[in-house]
């Protein structure tokens, strides 16, 4: 139950900073404004290269923290180092409601993970302490929008791989490796992720990649 309350705080905490005086996107604006965005990431949003993340089907509030985190420096993306800094606020906000409109294209589960996969992102592990990814992430991983959640379901193996350990790098504290400090106060991700093995990770991402 302490779990339970200590979620719904952190949810209310992000939902609070998510809202602060965001404009009002225009999806059609957004696509116009995404042709140098889809080199990368796909004209969809659905990227071809497992490294790129889709953004196709996101939740509105969580894209544009991204590109808000980016532009401050707080999540580092050298491969839109040259492309952020000249996106205001707007922009930010028309890009995040078309990538929203826009529908993931399905993965596939390595059928030899999706036991332990599915087990980790339902239940957690209790012994180690693991926080079932579904009790933020939603049950079928499409994010959780008034929360600012994101959803995973679908998304690049490669991609949630390298999250995850960025996310337990920064957790541990380790200081090899690239780390992502961009979970908040209450360090949501970092926390979870620091008590993964490679074994569990590499069973996530397996089966968040096939979720739909
Ligand atoms: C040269 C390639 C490239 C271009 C162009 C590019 N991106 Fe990215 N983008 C990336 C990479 C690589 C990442 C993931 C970096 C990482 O591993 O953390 C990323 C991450 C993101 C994320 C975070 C996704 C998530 O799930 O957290 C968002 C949002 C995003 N890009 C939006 C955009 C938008 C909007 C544009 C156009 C204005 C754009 N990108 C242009 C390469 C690119
Ligand atoms: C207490 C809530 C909470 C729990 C539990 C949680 N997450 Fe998250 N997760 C978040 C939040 C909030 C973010 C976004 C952080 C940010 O703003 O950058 C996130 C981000 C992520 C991302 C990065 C998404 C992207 O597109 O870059 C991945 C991957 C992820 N979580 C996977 C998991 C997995 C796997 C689990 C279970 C082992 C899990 N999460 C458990 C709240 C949670």
Partial sequence: ????????????????????????????????????????????????????????GQVESYTIKQLKDMKSGDRQVPEMAGIVPGLSEQDMADLAAYYATQVSTKGAADPKLVERGQHLFRAGDADKGVTACAGCHGASGKGMAEAGFPALAGQHGAYLEAQLKAFRAAGREDHEGK???????????????ARLSDDDIQALASYINGMY
């Fill in 1 to 56: 139950m302490k779990l339970v309350a200590n979620v719904l705080f952190a949810a209310a905490l992000v939902a609070g900073t998510a809202n602060v005086a965001q404009a009002a996107g225009d999806a059609e604006a957004g696509k116009n404004k995404s042709a140098v965005c889809g080199a990368c990431h796909g004209a969809d949003g659905n990227s071809a290269i497992p490294n790129f993340p889709k953004l196709a």
């Fill in 179 to 193: 780390r992502r400090t961009n979970d908040g106060e209450g360090k949501m991700m970092r926390a979870t992720a």
